[in-house]
């Protein structure tokens, strides 16, 4: 393909709107380490612009699967209920046909991620409660997503891929299988059954541990790594790839955002404004590099963006006016 493979391009594919040599240039460009943060960066804007259809097609898909999984020894056809446990070898064979003709036609209608994976996902200021397969609790945080097998979890496999912010109370199960997190930077927890918080987001990744063990993966300087923590441990990994770790008394702090408040531990206003992107789609502005320097410490209620704004303004006595989607922070 001529072309550089730019967000358009990338769009295209993801809506089927590419010719098949543009196709096998694009999986072959996202063969490509360096291309796998910045493809999956395009994804989640696509789906952000997308969501109405990935509702109905998650909704669709569960509705087949209902309309396929019948009584094992009926079948109904043209309004006729017919038995096909006694004999009728014809009509099974029918049927299983029809059946794969119609699993090749939902794959081909959602695409091979849609149909293979399913994702819980929240939007901009939301968050979300969601019970896995196996049991396991989750809770996402604001604009976060979590995508999981849509067959076999808890049975085959528990590994899962987290973009955003996640607070998870993983079930041991009898056979002790491991429970897998897995995020774009390449930052890894494996457990069997513990509570942490883990936040994957493009400025840095962390997880803080509440009760249990895990093993957490990561790479640093080119090297593999494994670390094991216990319940207090507050690990993070910056965006140069800079690992922090240390202890903290109250972990709970960290998922203040379950009930509408924010923590911060001396916390620096540039990196809140990150946050602000992340969980609001807001666009911020700093007036001068004095204002972004500034230090938060405390927790702050976040029930609605402009909760938080407000609390912002009081407690470093800075101006913050807001126009739609755009926050300037500046002296007074």
Not at 114 to 140: A, C, H, Q, R, W
Not at 186 to 205: C, H, L, N, P, Q
Request: proline share 2%; aromatic share 12%; net charge negative.
């Amino acid at each position: 393909m001529e072309r550089e493979i730019n967000k358009k391009i990338i769009f295209d594919y993801l809506g089927n709107q590419v010719s098949p040599i543009q196709r096998k240039a694009i999986e072959d460009w996202m063969l490509e380490r360096e291309n796998e943060e910045l493809y999956y960066q395009w994804l989640e804007e696509w789906e952000r612009d997308h969501l109405q259809y990935n509702s109905d097609s998650e909704r669709s898909l569960d509705h087949f699967f209902s309309l396929t999984i019948l009584q094992n020894d009926l079948y109904v056809l043209d309004n006729q209920r017919v038995d096909v446990s006694r004999g009728n070898q014809s009509t099974m064979l029918w049927r299983s046909a029809a059946a794969v003709m119609l699993i090749i036609c939902a794959m081909a209608w959602l695409g091979r991620d849609s149909f293979m994976f399913k994702s819980y996902k929240t939007g901009f200021g939301e968050v979300g409660n969601y019970i896995l397969p196996d049991s396991s609790e989750v809770k996402l945080n604001a604009n976060s997503s979590l995508r999981i097998p849509r067959w076999g979890f808890g049975n085959s496999t528990r590994e899962v891929f987290l973009s955003g912010e996640a607070a998870f109370s993983v079930k041991h199960l009898n056979d002790h299988q491991r429970f897998v997190v897995k995020t774009l930077e390449d930052f890894e927890v494996e457990v069997f059954g513990t509570e942490f918080i883990m936040s994957a987001r493009k400025y840095g990744s962390r997880v803080i541990l509440t009760s249990g063990k895990v093993n957490l993966k990561y790479h640093e300087k080119e090297e593999r790594r494994e670390l094991e923590m216990m319940p207090g441990d507050l690990v993070t990994l910056s965006k140069n790839r800079e690992i922090n770790i240390r202890k903290t008394e109250t972990p709970e702090n960290y998922t203040e955002w379950e009930v509408g408040r924010f923590y911060f531990e001396e916390t620096q206003l540039d990196e809140i404004g990150y946050l602000l992107q992340e969980n609001y789609g807001l666009e911020v502005e700093f007036s001068s590099k004095e204002v972004a320097e500034r230090v938060l410490m405390g927790s702050f209620k976040g029930q609605t963006v402009d909760d938080l704004l407000i609390s912002i303004a009081e407690v470093l006595d800075i101006s913050v006016i807001r126009k739609g989607d755009k926050v300037i922070f500046s002296g007074k």
